[in-house]
């Protein structure tokens, strides 16, 4: 057995209950949690997110095993159940913390997630508008977002179910 090799990326794509519960299903995530990036506050609240422009992202904190999965593939899964040209806006919901962003702490992630996003750029005529830059802070959310579609399986989400269960499939087959 090798051993597990964490590592971590921040990923913004609308309302992160969906995201976190599209995320938590892949093969090689470990771990999930909603919280706010990048913004100009310290330890907003979900109030102030949506209502006092305090610059924080909706943003899902994925640890993950590196020799299980690669950033690229979790990248290519994550722009499955984005739109990667629209700002400020993904699904029904509209503001700046529902931008798109991918937040790295590995200066070395830098290069993979810009070749990434070069090759996603090809499949598109409008620009991709995801934010990327180094994560400059993260707070958690309130308890009541963690995980919050296995608490509230009716509750709102921009993820089709189809998309869940293609996530429950997914393998990197790079690693192999």
């Not at 699904?91 to 996003?117: C, F, H, P, W």
């Amino acid at each position: 057995m090798s051993m597990i090799t964490t590592k971590e990326i921040y990923l913004a794509g609308g309302c992160f209950w969906g995201t976190e519960k599209y995320l938590s299903h892949i093969n090689g995530i470990l771990e999930t949690e909603v919280g706010y990036a990048n913004g100009n506050t310290k330890n907003p609240t979900y109030e102030e997110v949506c209502h006092n422009n305090t610059g924080h992202a909706e943003t899902v904190k994925v640890i993950y095993d590196s020799n299980l999965i690669s950033l690229g593939y979790i990248l290519e899964l994550y722009y499955d159940v984005i739109n990667p040209t629209s700002i400020n806006r993904q699904g029904g919901d509209v503001g700046s913390q529902y931008r798109t962003g991918i937040y790295y702490v590995e200066a070395d992630d830098k290069d993979i997630i810009e070749t990434s996003i070069k090759e996603l750029q090809k499949k598109y005529d409008k620009p991709i508008a995801i934010e990327v830059l180094g994560l400059e802070n993260y707070y958690p959310a309130e308890e009541y977002h963690q995980k919050y579609l296995d608490k509230n399986p009716a509750g709102y989400c921009h993820i089709s179910h189809e998309k869940f269960e293609k996530a429950k499939l997914a393998v990197d087959d790079s690693l192999k």
